[in-house]
């Protein structure tokens, strides 16, 4: 039978290497998330406070990290902040720091929308029921903007796994760049590698991200 | 920084944005194509296409567009099917930008009340008519601002070409970097030109987005 080419995913470690380059673009990606929530919270928060330098820095913050494409961001970061200020960063803290930043800037609308989704008289009843203000907010506040939050949050996280394929353009050795490698090394042996490499980390992404936004989407669906 | 340098860059990037809007809107224009034709098939439950519209939007949504286009550009030769950077990297943003269109209007044909519908099909439209004067319009007029902001998003996206050495303006910032070491340039004119592209089109998104939220106060 002749050699589809398949095989070459399964020749010796290849397989394995690819899903360790997958363990690395996770973790980026997971570090990142979880970075990204509680600044992203605590960012949210802060762009609700009525003061007009916060709410200038807020917009101006939110703005330009939204207007950007990430990969300029990862530039901005791994090649300008680095030579600006002769400091050393990897390619690794590089992409935490940028996707960190993104991340919260994207947390930190969704939990504005959240809050600010609240109705007044929310606050208005829970005030006129003799809670102060801390209990408001605890017991009539956080539970309904959680839960507004987790569906689109965890859309969120699909949204930073995916970006985090951009890494590969400086260079780090993650899934993509492993798949690289693997066609590389087997060039002789099988030409048509790049057909089933890449549609094998194509297929790993799928698999990632499709439970991940089947089940956001499902929540949505339910909570609305 | 020095001025010199700037204004020595000054055509190269110009080369680029061109680069990067022409992709953008060959892009653009037939995501909004295939957008159409998924979320019609959605909305008429068209038996088969609509599983595979289905299934296309899924793979779609849940990928980067950088292993689509790797695919595309690396991948697709092995089977016969060649095509120059430029196909290539139109290809993978419709790919890609196919499903967030066909989401959009998907959502937009399903604000439409069944009621629209019933009156036009009552007053002897036919399904056609129905489509054309009825639902569409009012459709639109919902799904236009996510269409806009994946007009913007999908800009952006044409960033991750320069992948495939399609000299755009991510590309020939990543040039300069490399031959001539002048970083801050480089990056200062990337930042201006990306500026100079995406805040008009993003502005005239929330216009839009603005306008129609008044339109529906008047209904």
């Not at chain 1, 928060?45 to 917009?59: E, G, I």
């Not at chain 1, 935490?96 to 609240?118: H, K, N, P, Q, Y």
């Not at chain 2, 036919?126 to 999908?154: D, E, G």
Request: hydrophobic share 55%; aromatic share 12%.
């Amino acid at each position: 039978m002749q050699d589809t080419g398949l095989s070459i995913l399964f020749r010796g470690i290849n397989f394995l290497r690819l899903l360790q380059g997958l363990w690395v673009t996770l973790q980026i990606s997971l570090i990142s998330v979880g970075l990204s929530f509680i600044f992203g919270t605590l960012f949210g928060m802060l762009m609700t406070v009525k003061n007009r330098f916060v709410q200038a820095f807020c917009w101006l913050y939110l703005n330009f990290i939204r207007i950007m494409p990430q990969l300029v961001l990862l530039f901005l970061v791994y090649f300008g902040v680095t030579r600006q200020w002769q400091i050393s960063l990897s390619a690794w803290s590089s992409a935490i720091i940028v996707f960190t930043l993104w991340g919260t800037a994207e947390m930190g609308d969704l939990v504005r929308g959240a809050i600010v989704s609240i109705p007044n008289h929310q606050y208005e009843s829970a005030a006129a029921l003799g809670m102060t203000k801390q209990q408001i907010f605890r017991f009539v506040i956080l539970p309904q903007t959680v839960r507004r939050l987790i569906a689109p949050s965890i859309n969120l996280i699909t949204r930073m796994i995916k970006t985090t394929s951009l890494v590969e353009i400086i260079g780090m050795v993650e899934v993509l760049k492993t798949g690289q490698q693997i066609i590389d090394a087997n060039r002789m042996q099988y030409p048509t590698g790049a057909l089933w490499v890449y549609g094998a980390v194509f297929v790993l992404y799928f698999l990632v991200c499709w439970p991940i936004s089947t089940l956001a989407g499902r929540l949505e669906r339910k909570w609305r | 920084m020095s001025v010199d340098i700037l204004l020595e860059y000054l055509p190269l990037f110009v080369q680029g944005a061109l680069v990067t809007i022409k992709i953008s809107l060959a892009g653009i224009i037939l995501s909004l194509l295939v957008g159409l034709v998924c979320s019609y098939v959605q909305y008429y439950r068209v038996p088969v296409l609509r599983q595979i519209a289905k299934g296309y939007i899924e793979l779609s949504r849940n990928t980067p567009m950088l292993v689509q286009l790797f695919f595309i550009y690396f991948g697709l030769p092995k089977i016969g099917l060649s095509w120059s950077r430029e196909v290539c990297a139109v290809a993978a943003l419709v790919f890609l930008g196919g499903s967030y269109m066909a989401e959009a209007m998907r959502s937009g044909l399903e604000a439409v009340d069944v009621i629209q519908t019933e009156s036009a099909i009552s007053l002897g439209m036919n399904r056609f008519q129905v489509m054309r004067f009825v639902v569409f319009p009012q459709a639109m007029a919902v799904a236009l601002p996510a269409i806009a902001a994946n007009v913007v998003f999908l800009i952006k996206e044409t960033s991750v070409v320069s992948a495939i050495a399609l000299a755009d303006l991510m590309y020939v910032a990543k040039d300069l970097i490399g031959n001539d070491y002048n970083t801050s340039e480089a990056l200062f004119m990337l930042v201006v030109f990306y500026l100079l592209i995406l805040l008009p089109v993003s502005l005239l998104a929330s216009y839009a987005e603005r306008r129609i939220r008044y339109a529906g106060y008047g209904a």
